[in-house]
């Protein structure tokens, strides 16, 4: 079950140039990917959906944006991430144990009685996990108050958290979306993982929320000029660049993704937000994934050629509508 990384996850933390950085991330959130298809299928359960779509977001904040101390989960001047859409936990755990938070051996008790990796993330078991989520809709407010909190107590540290259209769809999420924007709270960022895919179909069927940018910035928020494709590793460093360069709080990035983002006939694709992957699934998902990497690893295209939206998630920072 274990993917034999090529990347070396340290090294990934030393380079400074932000080009082969880029690259860096780029193979690792693809090597990520590979090992949570293959815990998903090995378990029968989990969400391949939602967890491959946040792959290069995740990767990049913890391996570039967030000053932490994996070592030490609870220093108190560390960054704060708080993963709205819980149920990408599959991704989370795979990036924090290779950061370091845990052994990676442990990957492979996912969703097992008494594993401290439960199907839902759990701040009270799991090292890293700042807040306990699945309950779409908590994510928003939950950072709010933990930057308000940092303010209070004369902290420079960052709160993100990282929402899923679905997320949007909640009320309490526009609550806290109002609540910033009149605290203006220092160094909060929202991260939108804009699949616009939920459980069950898609989001403009089910509660659209076109025009987003246009929402945001109509509640007050800082949002980034343009939609940045969250599937390029370079793009997402690019956006990051910009919330470092912010001085006007709450922010707001929006990123194009895709659910299932890596395997063709799983892409934009309801069914894989949390069906079971069988084995002839697997087989056919593994080997497309393997094949982009290989795509990665070889300096070939930059980015695999893979489903539905190939164009847009071309390496660009484009707007992307
Ligand atoms: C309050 C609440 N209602 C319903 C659900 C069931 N549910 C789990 S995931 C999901 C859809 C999530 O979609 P999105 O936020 O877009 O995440 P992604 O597409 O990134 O997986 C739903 C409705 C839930 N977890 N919490
Ligand atoms: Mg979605």
Redesign the pocket.
């Known amino acids: 079950m274990q993917v034999k990384l090529h990347c070396d996850s340290q090294a990934v933390l030393r380079e400074k140039d932000r080009k082969r950085k880029a690259a860096m991330l780029q193979r690792l959130a693809q090597e990520f990917r590979i090992t949570v298809l293959d815990i998903l299928h090995e378990k029968g359960t989990g969400?391949w959906?939602?967890?491959s779509?946040?792959a290069e977001l995740l990767v990049a904040l913890y391996y570039d944006a967030m000053n932490v101390r994996p070592e030490k989960p609870d220093w108190p001047e560390r960054d704060r991430l708080v993963v709205?859409?819980?149920?990408?936990s599959c991704m989370l755990y795979t990036v924090l144990a290779h950061r370091g938070y845990f052994p990676v051996e442990e990957l492979k008790t996912f969703r097992q009685i008494d594993s401290r990796l439960q199907g839902?993330p759990c701040m009270l078991t799991t090292p890293g996990v700042e807040m306990s989520t699945?309950?779409?809709?908590?994510g928003a407010s939950v950072a709010l108050g933990m930057a308000l909190a940092a303010r209070l107590l004369g902290k420079s540290c960052w709160t993100y958290v990282l929402?899923?259209?679905?997320?949007?769809?909640?009320g309490q999420t526009w609550e806290a979306i109002m609540a910033a924007a009149k605290f203006k709270p220092e160094r909060l960022v929202a991260l939108i993982?804009?699949?616009?895919?939920?459980?069950?179909g898609p989001?403009d069927q089910i509660m659209p929320m076109d025009p987003l940018p246009d929402k945001l910035r109509a509640f007050n928020w800082n949002v980034a000029p343009i939609v940045y494709d969250g599937h390029n590793a370079a793009t997402v460093l690019e956006s990051f660049d910009w919330v470092k360069s912010q001085r006007q709080w709450p922010v707001a990035v929006i990123y194009k993704?895709h659910?299932g983002r890596g395997v063709s006939f799983m892409e934009d694709n309801a069914h894989w937000?949390?069906a079971p992957i069988d084995d002839e699934t697997h087989a056919r998902a593994r080997q497309e994934l393997l094949q982009t990497l290989a795509l990665l690893e070889g300096h070939a295209p930059s980015w695999p050629q893979s489903g539905k939206g190939r164009d847009e998630a071309r390496p660009s920072s484009q707007n992307v509508k």
């Open positions: 969400h959906g939602g967890a779509s946040a709205s859409k819980g149920h990408a839902h699945g309950s779409l809709g908590h929402l899923g259209d679905g997320d949007l769809n909640e993982d804009y699949n616009k895919v939920q459980l069950d989001s993704t659910k937000h949390g």
